[in-house]
């Protein structure tokens, strides 16, 4: 077992709050740090001497990310965010049919899909659960994309992808990962996902601006992306601006113009540090934090809105009813407990860094606002 007193003591935001957001936004490790400063200081210090060293480590990050989830280097595209992701995925995807989706997504997986004018026909949840079968009536002739995340940003209820992958059929199964890349472990080759992005300042836990999308290599094979820039191109240094011969990999290719490589190498040193602890460790102690926190809530007495029935659709994120969201998120940063306002509630993201400790602070300061509250 790993020594999680130690890993938490590499999250300095664990000394001073309560952090319970990595849904929102996950705090950097000391390493994660260091990987981007590093780059800051190097330009700080030499200028554009380092521009071939850097590209070297881009190509490394690729090649940790694809191994991350059990892709290619050149199936990997280093993004900014997870729109950038998605829009990606769908130059490659607009002309394979109409879109399957459901009510609990985050905008990102539907709208860019209706701005290209391709319809997106949303499934209903049931009980804050998507059913694949559900999904499953909407495929007709038309339909040719299965767009969803991993696990919902809306109430945490994780969809089981292999239960997804035995159904689609000839369906492109399309995953935002957002809310579970860094907290569940995935292999698009088992899951049988086409294409999948995700942004890195969440469970990734490598800040705003980092991200990354993957793209099969058979979709690559059809896909064209519509913006390109000049090191998009199988040998930029020529300079030549009368013809164009694009990367043959898809997703590398439209990383446009010069790299974001702060973002870039601190999205490689977080995955480095979750390597080393191990993908499948990391979900179960995500899981057992989870199970340990929505146990205090019901002994608590507090209402929980996440999909709990089947323990498959678990994951990090827990939905609490409380009256008065706004007014009880602030009593609890107030004592330096840190959740998510949600109309319904709070959200609250129990991760690898956090322990039990953090969970009773939570239930110790949730009982004093429900008192302010007079309820």
């Known amino acids: 077992m790993p020594n999680w007193s130690e890993i938490r003591s590499q999250f300095p935001v664990t000394t001073h709050s309560t952090y319970l957001d990595a849904a929102a936004a996950g705090p950097l490790s000391t390493s994660t740090q260091l990987a981007a400063t590093e780059y800051y200081q190097q330009m700080m210090n030499d200028g554009d001497i380092q521009w071939d060293n850097w590209l070297a480590k881009r190509e490394e990050v690729r090649a940790q990310v694809a191994s991350f989830i059990n892709a290619e280097p050149d199936e990997i595209g280093l993004t900014t965010n997870t729109s950038s992701g998605m829009n990606l995925i769908i130059d490659a995807l607009e002309n394979h049919g109409e879109v399957i989706s459901n009510d609990l997504e985050f905008p990102v997986s539907t709208i860019p899909w209706m701005h290209r004018r391709i319809p997106v026909h949303i499934v209903r949840s049931n009980d804050g659960v998507v059913e694949p079968g559900e999904l499953k009536k909407k495929m007709d002739v038309r339909t040719g994309v299965i767009s969803i995340s991993y696990v919902q940003f809306s109430n945490g209820f994780r969809s089981n992808l292999d239960e997804l992958a035995d159904i689609k059929g000839k369906h492109a199964l399309v995953v935002n990962a957002s809310q579970a890349a860094g907290a569940f472990e995935i292999d698009v080759n088992r899951m049988k996902i086409d294409a999948l992005c995700s942004t890195g300042h969440k469970w990734m836990l490598s800040g705003y601006g980092s991200g990354f999308v993957y793209i099969s290599r058979e979709l690559q094979e ?9 090191l998009s191109v199988q040998d930029p240094y020529s300079m030549r601006n009368d013809e164009v011969h694009l990367r043959n990999d898809a997703s590398a290719r439209a990383e446009l113009g010069c790299p974001n490589f702060a973002g870039m190498f601190a999205l490689g040193a977080s995955v480095e540090l979750m390597q080393s602890i191990g993908i499948k460790t990391i979900e179960n102690r995500v899981l057992e934090l989870n199970r340990y926190l929505t146990g205090r809530l019901v002994e608590a007495g ?11 659709h678990r994951s990090g994120e827990t939905l609490v009813e409380v009256e008065n ?6 009593s609890l940063a107030a004592k330096k407990v840190l959740v998510t306002e949600k109309p319904q509630g709070i959200r609250v993201a129990t991760d690898f860094f956090n322990n039990e400790g953090d969970v009773d602070k939570l239930i110790e300061a949730l009982s004093a606002s429900d008192a302010l509250q007079g309820g």
């Open 325 to 330: 969201p706004a007014s009880v998120v602030a």
């Open 222 to 230: 059809r896909s064209r992306p519509r913006s390109i820039g000049w």
């Open 302 to 312: 507090w209402k929980v809105l996440s999909p709990l029935a089947d323990e498959s």
